[in-house]
């Protein structure tokens, strides 16, 4: 009898003692994130840590709106919304694109073309994948892969004049496409 009210004494102690450090554990860590968050608001004066929401339909198993963490990519939007459908057509995307608060992505499904952000009646060509471009006067395959190869070396372009510095992209293609296309 005594033995068993050791025994029994042993295992609350032991349980209570994993509880605590579970707690403490997992309490330093959210502590960790606000110090983080904080840290960064006082080094750039802003609250631009957190880049804010995107939207995603389509060929996703959970379509909607969801949280972005710094430097998150398509993937991980992706990954948010519960991962791609069986019909979802990845080929015309740029899993390793930027996303940015308040895009709009659109996973298509197979045999459908892309897009990725459409801004009012304007291509973004920041997110816009293959087939997307595709649609602009005077852009063709390679052309549109020249233009995708060209953000994915330099960045996001800063203006929708930077696309003239993509191979195939002269002042005559420009002038066809400007009107269509935006920077986001």
Same mark, same amino acid.
């Given at each position: 009898?005594?033995?068993?009210?050791?025994?029994?004494?042993?295992?609350?102690?032991?349980?209570?003692?994993?509880?605590?450090?579970?707690?403490?554990?997992?309490?330093?860590?959210?502590?960790?994130?606000?110090?983080?968050?904080?840290?960064?608001?006082?080094?750039?004066?802003?609250?631009?840590?957190?880049?804010?929401?995107?939207?995603?339909?389509?060929?996703?198993?959970?379509?909607?709106?969801?949280?972005?963490?710094?430097?998150?990519?398509?993937?991980?939007?992706?990954?948010?919304?519960?991962?791609?459908?069986?019909?979802?057509?990845?080929?015309?995307?740029?899993?390793?694109?930027?996303?940015?608060?308040?895009?709009?992505?659109?996973?298509?499904?197979?045999?459908?073309?892309?897009?990725?952000?459409?801004?009012?009646?304007?291509? %973004?060509?920041?997110?816009?994948?293959?087939? /997307?471009?595709?649609?602009?006067?005077? &852009? $063709? @395959? #390679? =052309?549109?892969?020249?233009?995708?190869?060209?953000?994915?070396? %330099?960045?996001?372009?800063?203006?929708?004049? /930077?696309?003239?510095?993509?191979?195939? &992209? $002269? @002042? #005559? =293609?420009?002038?066809?496409?400007?009107?269509?296309?935006?920077?986001?």
């Amino acid at each position: 009898m005594l033995m068993r009210k050791i025994f029994l004494y042993l295992s609350v102690v032991l349980c209570c003692a994993i509880m605590f450090i579970t707690w403490y554990a997992f309490g330093r860590q959210k502590n960790s994130l606000a110090v983080t968050y904080a840290e960064s608001i006082e080094q750039t004066g802003t609250q631009s840590a957190l880049p804010g929401k995107a939207y995603i339909t389509g060929q996703v198993v959970n379509p909607g709106v969801y949280e972005l963490e710094p430097g998150d990519r398509l993937e991980n939007l992706i990954e948010r919304a519960g991962g791609l459908t069986f019909d979802a057509d990845t080929d015309g995307l740029n899993l390793a694109e930027l996303i940015s608060d308040e895009q709009s992505v659109n996973i298509p499904k197979k045999g459908e073309s892309a897009q990725t952000e459409v801004h009012g009646a304007k291509i %973004n060509i920041n997110s816009a994948g293959k087939n /997307e471009l595709m649609l602009l006067p005077g &852009i $063709g @395959e #390679k =052309t549109a892969a020249a233009v995708i190869e060209y953000r994915e070396k %330099n960045g996001p372009f800063k203006n929708i004049d /930077e696309i003239k510095n993509v191979y195939n &992209i $002269g @002042e #005559k =293609t420009f002038d066809k496409i400007k009107e269509e296309i935006c920077v986001r």
